[in-house]
């Protein structure tokens, strides 16, 4: 049985228990059994839950647990010199073994791989056989137990909100760990990267040249290569400026618009129209920034006698506002909407004009929410790499003129990270050290909006 056959017949076996255990309530409440604790529902799922969840846990374990096995019992057809090799000897005997498994042919099979990977073979279909069995076994035994504690006393519900709750807290602690595990993984190699590069070059450094690196090693007599972050955030700063210069007033308005001042039939076309661009590739806003917007703001900026590059902050940043219109624009008109509608009347009812209302009583009362809505597209700007990439240019300059070429610390990441790379040199250890870097900008932008929403959250609330 398949892995999606095997779960769709846990979850008609929860659903067949979910059924009983119904039923089972109702037999009680109408034989006179006295009043039940819990409503006949929390019964079933009870009964539901008991039957799933484990066999779930169970399908999950296998998962996992089985490739670890394998690759531990894989290890008794190494070659002698593998075993007494390093880790990456190992990991390519792995993959040659896997390649068999999955029937991948690079030439000729040397034949201890053909062997493992036909034991492999043999261990997977013996594997599918025993979590079939003890899934389903799991599902029957579990469901059958919980059916057998159904009775007009039961407290079903406080046993089901319980299990909802510790489900609750295992959720949050998935998204806690891997938010601290990836900080982790980029702290870590950010050390290894600043024991190469001194701190203090990089954190202050205003050039950014390490492509020199290779020159160097090969004896060519290159330049020293220079790795100081400046020009990237320069850049960074610098294009979210201009996105935001364009996003903000226009989403703003027309969450305003939308909210207070369109008919319904005009919000329900004009709305839609706006989230379209949501939807948007970044790769299509950055082919329209490359082949259309740059050449414009080129040619717009040579006939009046300025010195505009081909690939320009500026055609970057309007085409990256335009993209984030939507988050600014969406979420400002819940969070205007979501304003109580006391407050316009009683602003009315003191003589204001619906102009005034909305300037003076549902903006401020809105601005926490408004305020996010800025944050999430501060976020999305800083964190742009395609339109950079193709309207921009990767020239790490250091210039806070928007028609000059520069690039973003995504945009130089992404550069660095392409391809094989040697994760011992400093090059390729300093996208790290730039992801870092961003994460603590990325915090800090995000503390500084918590404050100002507390704060009229506060006055507000």
């Known amino acids: 049985m398949s892995f999606t056959n095997l779960m769709l017949t846990v979850l008609v076996i929860g659903a067949l228990y979910f059924i009983a255990g119904q039923r089972a309530a109702f037999v009680f409440r109408s034989n006179g059994a006295g009043k039940l604790h819990s409503l006949p529902h929390y019964h079933g799922v009870w009964a539901a839950i008991t039957s799933v969840l484990p066999a779930l846990i169970v399908l999950l374990i296998l998962l996992i647990g089985k490739d670890l096995l394998f690759q531990l019992m894989a290890r008794d057809y190494f070659p002698e010199e593998i075993l007494m090799g390093d880790t990456v000897d190992r990991a390519i005997a792995l993959a040659k073994i896997s390649n068999v498994v999955n029937g991948i042919n690079f030439g000729e099979v040397e034949p201890w791989v053909q062997s493992a990977g036909d034991a492999w073979i043999r261990w997977e279909a013996n594997a599918i056989i025993v979590a079939n069995s003890l899934v389903l076994a799991t599902s029957l035994v579990g469901g059958l137990l919980g059916y057998r504690r159904i009775n007009p006393t039961f407290r079903s519900r406080n046993n089901v909100e319980r299990v909802l709750t510790w489900m609750l807290i295992g959720s949050s602690l998935v998204a806690i760990v891997t938010t601290i595990g990836i900080v982790l993984s980029v702290l870590f ?53 201009i996105a935001l210069t364009v996003a903000v007033p226009i ?70 506002g335009v993209m984030i219109i939507p988050f600014i624009s969406s979420l400002s008109d819940d969070v205007i909407n979501a304003v109580p509608q006391s407050l316009r009347d009683a602003a009315y009812g003191l003589g204001s004009t619906r102009s005034e209302a909305v300037r003076q009583v549902v ?98 609330d």
Not at 194 to 222: C, M, V
Not at 386 to 399: F, P, Q, R
């Open 189 to 241: 190699e950010s050390i290894r990267f600043f024991k190469l590069i001194p701190p203090q070059d990089f954190l202050f450094g205003l050039e950014w040249n390490p492509q020199f690196e290779g020159a160097e090693r090969a004896g060519s007599g290159g330049g020293t290569a220079t790795y100081g972050m400046i020009p990237m955030f320069v850049g960074t700063f610098l294009i979210s400026v």
């Open 251 to 320: 989403g703003l308005f027309s969450a305003i618009y939308l909210a207070e001042y369109a008919t319904p039939r005009i919000r329900g076309i004009v709305k839609p129209l706006l989230e379209i661009l949501a939807g948007v590739p970044t790769v299509v806003y950055g082919f329209f920034a490359a082949l259309t917007v740059a050449p414009v703001v080129k040619s717009i900026g040579e006939s009046i006698g300025l010195e505009v590059a081909s690939e320009s902050a500026l055609a970057a940043g309007l085409v990256m």
């Open 363 to 460: 903006l401020p009362a809105a601005l926490p929410g408004i305020v996010a809505a800025v944050i999430l597209a501060v976020s999305r700007a800083v964190g742009e790499t395609m339109i950079v990439v193709m309207a921009a240019g990767l020239a790490a300059n250091l210039s806070f003129n928007p028609l000059d070429a520069v690039t973003t610390v995504t945009s130089q990441i992404v550069t660095i990270l392409v391809g094989d790379q040697e994760f011992e040199s400093a090059k390729t250890l300093s996208a790290f050290a730039l992801a870092l870097m961003l994460i603590i900008t990325t915090l800090a932008l995000n503390y500084f909006a918590l404050q100002i929403v507390k704060k009229y959250r506060e006055q507000y």
